[in-house]
C-alpha cells in the first residue's frame, strides 16, 4: 500500500524550488540538497516529481500563471490595441528582469513541448495567444496592419527575451542600462504595425 500524498510537502518542496530561483540558476539546483532543506529524503522529493524537469514542469506552469496575470492586468490597465501590445510587451521584459532565474528556467532550460492537448497548448502559449488577440483586436478595430500576425508575434517574443538576456548582461547601449522601456517601446513601434504606418 502506497503512503497518502501529503500537499502540504509538495507546496514545501515547491516553495524552496523558488526561493532556491532567487538566488541560482536552475541547473544548479541540487535535489539532495533540496531534501535536505525539506527535512526529507530525497526519495520523498521524487515520490511528488518523478524528476528534476517534473519538478521545474510544475514550477513552470505556476510561473507561467504568476506571469500571464502580472501581463493581463497591464493589457487591462491600457486602451487601444497598439497600447495594449506595448503594455504586455513592457509587461514581460519587467516580470524577466524581477525573476532572472526563473524566466531562464520559462525560457530556456525547459525543452519545448510538443505533447500538448489544447488547454495546456494555452496556457504554455497564454501570452503569445494573448498578444495575437490584441493584434486581431485591432485589426478589427482599423488600429493595426499586420503583414503576418504569427510571425510578428514570434518575432517580438524572440526580440523581446534578446532585450532581457542583453540588459542582464549589460550588452545593451549604457544609456539604456537603467531601463529596457525604450527598446521594448522601440520594438513595439517596429513589430506592430498601426494602419498607415506601412509604405
Not at 54 to 79: H, Y
Request: net charge neutral; charged share 30%; with cysteine.
Amino acid at each position: 500500500m502506497s503512503k497518502p500524498a501529503n500537499p502540504e510537502l509538495k507546496r514545501r518542496i515547491l516553495d524552496l524550488v523558488l526561493e532556491e530561483l532567487r538566488d541560482k540558476p536552475p541547473e544548479r539546483i541540487n535535489m539532495r540538497q533540496l531534501a535536505a532543506k525539506a527535512g526529507v529524503s530525497a526519495t520523498a522529493i521524487y515520490y511528488y516529481f518523478p524528476s528534476k524537469n517534473a519538478l521545474f514542469e510544475t514550477i513552470k506552469l505556476e510561473a507561467m500563471d504568476e506571469m500571464d496575470g502580472r501581463i493581463a492586468a497591464a493589457v487591462a490597465a491600457s486602451s487601444g490595441a497598439p497600447d495594449r501590445i506595448r503594455a504586455l510587451m513592457r509587461a514581460f521584459v519587467g516580470w524577466c528582469l524581477e525573476k532572472p532565474h526563473l524566466a531562464r528556467l520559462l525560457m530556456e532550460t525547459l525543452p519545448a513541448r510538443e505533447d500538448l492537448d489544447d488547454q495546456a497548448m494555452r496556457r504554455y502559449y497564454s501570452i503569445c495567444i494573448r498578444a495575437n488577440d490584441i493584434v486581431r483586436e485591432g485589426v478589427a478595430e482599423g488600429s493595426l496592419a499586420p503583414r503576418d500576425l504569427d510571425l510578428d508575434v514570434a518575432l517580438a517574443q524572440t526580440a523581446l527575451w534578446g532585450i532581457v538576456s542583453q540588459f542582464w548582461s549589460k550588452r545593451v547601449h549604457p544609456r539604456f542600462w537603467d531601463s529596457p522601456d525604450p527598446l521594448v517601446d522601440r520594438l513595439a513601434d517596429l513589430i506592430v504595425e498601426t494602419k498607415g504606418s506601412r509604405p
